[in-house]
């Protein structure tokens, strides 16, 4: 009996919100439903806390294999008020910005009891052009699903979630509403500006392009729009003056920070061209040991290590490129 009833439904529902009749009972079956609120959770008690509110668990454990306790990510999901804007921590000048542009704070450091940074995720409940409600959050621990996610258009929060504790890597994915391009780039190489950036509507990448040198730290930033023909549809790599004197003649446009700032590396500038043909919904930094995983079509890897005065942790730009 009731299967039948189950079947009713899903048949009224289809063909209600197919042919438009029936439309409140439409609208409410497929009323979206948003991230709402983000938590983590250190220890048992605080689990037990979270599950207590109603908070559902991403069942993977951002510190396995350290000698911290499980940490696990937690959300909520409602139709009102979404979160649209993740960023991750891993150093207290990143901070700064958040604060002052009101990012929220969520308390619990992803690597807690392990030695590797101290990582806490902040996020925004925005309602300007800029902002992106999000529906669904994802945790990878393999290359190969890193990939997927990124050519699915989920957002790759580009810090490591076991960053400097070694071995593998983890990382969080954002998928989001509505499809977005990216319309602006920005290269930072002071925290004075982050508060700004974060006003304007900029998400930053969250991996610093000069890791492992002593120098100040850098980072990329990019903006979206909805409107496809005011999009970046193609990015490259300057690394000497030859290539900078081609991307000029190819009418590319500089963004003027070199992201090698101050290290005695050659310089490397970000060029990038507009066109509402394959935008690039969303930009990242693998590591070198993604690359192979990252290569495959729908995805640009840009083979220019970007950290070039240090070897350690090899960084390249990535992004996207099917629509
Ligand atoms: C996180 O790093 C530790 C080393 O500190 C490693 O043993 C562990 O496998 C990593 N976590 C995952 C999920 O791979
Ligand atoms: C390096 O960082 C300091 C402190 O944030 C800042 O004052 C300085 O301008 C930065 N240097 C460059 C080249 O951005
Ligand atoms: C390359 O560009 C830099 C900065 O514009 C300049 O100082 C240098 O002389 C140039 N080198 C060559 C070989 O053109």
């Not at 948003?34 to 605080?46: F, L």
């Not at 590591?287 to 970007?306: D, M, W």
Request: proline letters at 2%; aromatic letters at 12%; glycine letters at 6%.
């Amino acid at each position: 009996m009731s299967r039948i009833f189950q079947l009713f439904f899903v048949l009224l529902y289809m063909t209600s919100c197919v042919k438009g009749t029936y439309t409140t009972f439409c609208s409410i079956m497929s009323k979206m439903e948003y991230i709402t609120d983000i938590a983590v959770s250190t220890d048992a008690n605080q689990k037990q806390g979270l599950s207590n509110q109603h908070f559902k668990m991403i069942n993977v454990d951002l510190n396995k294999g350290t000698k911290g306790n499980p940490v696990y990510l937690w959300y909520k999901k409602g139709t009102t008020k979404p979160i649209t804007r993740l960023q991750a921590a891993f150093t207290d000048e990143m901070k700064s910005g958040l604060t002052k542009a009101g990012y929220h704070h969520v308390n619990g450091n992803v690597n807690e009891g392990n030695k590797g940074d101290e990582i806490y995720f902040w996020y925004y409940k925005g309602i300007t052009e800029y902002d992106n409600p999000i529906m669904d959050l994802k945790v990878t621990t393999s290359e190969n699903e890193e990939a997927e996610y990124f050519k699915m258009g989920y957002e790759h929060l580009a810090c490591d979630l076991n960053r400097s504790a070694r071995g593998k890597y983890i990382y969080l994915w954002v998928k989001k509403e509505k499809k977005m391009f990216i319309s602006d780039i920005t290269v930072s190489t002071a925290y004075g500006l982050d508060e700004r950036l974060f006003n304007q509507g900029y998400t930053r990448v969250d991996e610093d392009l000069n890791r492992g040198s002593d120098r100040n730290a850098s980072f990329i930033w990019y903006r979206r729009s909805q409107s496809q023909s005011g999009a970046i549809n193609d990015l490259v790599l300057s690394t000497n003056n030859q290539t900078e004197v081609d991307f000029q003649l190819q009418d590319y446009t500089k963004v003027g920070v070199n992201l090698e700032e101050g290290t005695k590396s050659q310089p490397i500038f970000v060029w990038y061209k507009k066109g509402s043909d394959n935008p690039i919904m969303s930009l990242t930094v693998i590591r070198e040991i993604s690359i192979t995983a990252f290569l495959k079509p729908g995805i640009v890897v840009i083979k220019t290590k970007l950290n070039k005065g240090n070897d350690q942790i090899p960084l390249y730009l990535a992004f996207p490129n099917v629509v």
